[in-house]
T-cell receptor, first 114, second 116 residues
Framework: DAGITQSPRHKVTETGTPVTLRCHQT?????MYWYRQDPGHGLRLIHY???????DKGEVSDGYSVSRSKTEDFLLTLESATSSQTSVYFC?????????????FGPGTRLTVL | AQKVTQAQTEISVVEKEDVTLDCVYE???????LFWYKQPPSGELVFLIR??????QNEISGRYSWNFQKSTSSFNFTITASQVVDSAVYFC?????????????FGKGITLSVRP
């Protein structure tokens, strides 16, 4: 257990509404990630953070923004949700260590956009 | 660009059979890291193993074993004497660095069903 929680765990929303997903960690890890999981695609990286206020885009960042104002929280925002953003969203932290760093995942948030 | 291919999409075996899950990767880096994750029906992603490219020693952990072969760019995972609890989706993943820009690229996953 890497001390990662995600909220909400389930959400149903309507097209065009803003949505914010929260990832919270308790172990002070520097690196945090947001992925989405879709059938036939595996997990794809949306955005990641390498420190407070330091973020960068992943391979599927269009339509998403992130913020990290505190080490423990990494927020993913869908400014105007679309049906194509219906997915399961996973947050991850990366432990430190030159040859041992590993990503551990939160429990996931299932988002449905109607 | 890095790429992970899990050519098998679904595998079904009967309990106690051995099963091997294949993973082939592509990378231009000489130093890289390979991972296997398990996603049971409950949905969480569970880390199983990490292997560094400069360490080709294969590993056995209980009923699980991993075969890393640089020559064929493969990192296969074998479950011996499978059990119903092994039913899950298994993901292979690759990372090309351990620095700030370290990112995981996942394969599409293999759904393993173990029947009693």
């Amino acid at each position: 257990d890497a001390g990662i929680t995600q909220s909400p765990r389930h959400k149903v929303t309507e097209t065009g509404t803003p949505v914010t997903l929260r990832c919270h960690q308790t172990e002070n890890h520097r690196y945090m990630y947001w992925y989405r999981q879709d059938p036939g695609h595996g997990l794809r990286l949306i955005h990641y953070s390498y420190g407070v206020k330091d973020t960068d885009k992943g391979e599927v960042s269009d339509g998403y923004s992130v913020s990290r104002s505190k080490t423990e929280d990494f927020l993913l925002t869908l400014e105007s949700a679309t049906s194509s953003q219906t997915s399961v969203y996973f947050c991850a932290i990366r432990t430190s260590g030159i040859y041992t760093d590993t990503q551990y995942f939160g429990p996931g948030t299932r988002l449905t956009v109607l | 660009a890095q790429k992970v291919t899990q050519a098998q999409t679904e595998i079904s075996v009967v309990e106690k059979e051995d099963v091997t899950l294949d993973c082939v990767y592509e990378t231009r880096d000489t130093t890289y890291y390979l991972f296997w994750y398990k996603q049971p029906p409950s949905g969480e992603l569970v880390f199983l193993i990490r292997r560094n490219s400069f360490d080709e020693q294969n590993e056995i952990s209980g009923r699980y074993s991993w075969n890393f072969q640089k020559s064929t760019s493969s990192f296969n995972f074998t479950i011996t004497a499978s059990q119903v609890v092994d039913s899950a989706v298994y993901f292979c993943a690759l990372s090309e660095s351990s620095g700030a820009n370290s990112k995981l690229t996942f394969g599409k996953g293999i759904t393993l069903s173990v029947r009693p």
